[in-house]
């Protein structure tokens, strides 16, 4: 059984059941390393995260409208198919089939799991790697953000991504600058590029420029 909780009204529990199963030969002993890297190359975590997912929407359904194949007058809601979505996060990408109900007073379909859950259901990489994404990319290149996240999961979003997530973040970003936090200048932002130089060289150009509380430009760094 495991909780999530960011203030709010009272606790909901879900819980759900973790199997693991590992196969060990009868005349032998294999060692705790074996263990651990069976555990590490399975993708432990993200099988948890699509657990608990599919535990808290189950939940959900059976709240709204009962058990499957019963009829259930006095529950609210009918079920009404799903539809695949691919989620991706910080502990990679998981496929999961989101549940539909429909409502049997204003016939209204809606997915339970989003009622419980801030779903992105347009995109594929939620907020927790979008943010990191912005966060490395307001230090380094889309690209190099890109390979750092790399160091995270394989699945990281692409420099392109990255981009999108940047431009779609900066009304928050420039509400986070413009707080008490950072006094002297409304907006901090970071990019960087690569330019054709002599010989057919290319150069990496990254900076850094502001606005202050007058709305000028400040170069706060440049590097080549």
Do not use: W
């Not at 929407?57 to 019963?70: D, F, H, I, P, T």
Request: hydrophobic share 30%.
């Amino acid at each position: 059984m495991s909780k999530a909780y960011e203030g709010g009204g009272p606790l909901e529990e879900y819980t759900f059941d973790l199997q693991i199963g590992i196969s060990i030969p009868e005349d032998k002993r294999i060692s705790i390393g074996s263990i651990t890297k069976a555990i590490e190359e399975s993708d432990l975590n993200k099988q948890v995260f699509k657990q608990i997912l599919e535990a808290i929407q189950e939940q959900e359904v059976l709240r709204l409208c009962g058990e499957k194949n019963r009829k259930n007058e006095t529950k609210p809601c009918k079920r009404a198919g799903s539809s695949n979505k691919t989620i991706g996060t910080k502990l990679g990408k998981i496929q999961i089939a989101l549940r539909k109900v429909r409502d049997k007073i204003t016939n209204d379909i809606f997915k339970p799991l989003k009622e419980r859950i801030d779903l992105k259901d347009k995109k594929i990489y939620q907020d927790d790697i979008s943010i990191l994404s912005v966060e490395f990319a307001s230090k380094m290149t889309y690209r190099d953000a890109n390979r750092e996240g790399k160091r995270i999961t394989e699945e990281f979003p692409s420099a392109h991504t990255i981009n999108r997530r940047a431009r779609e973040y900066g009304e928050e970003i420039i509400q986070f600058n413009e707080s008490e936090t950072n006094e002297q200048y409304n907006i901090i932002m970071a990019d960087g590029t690569k330019v054709h130089g002599l010989h057919k060289r290319k150069n990496e150009v990254n900076a850094i420029i502001a606005l202050d509380k007058n709305g000028n430009k400040r170069l706060l760094s440049a590097s080549v």
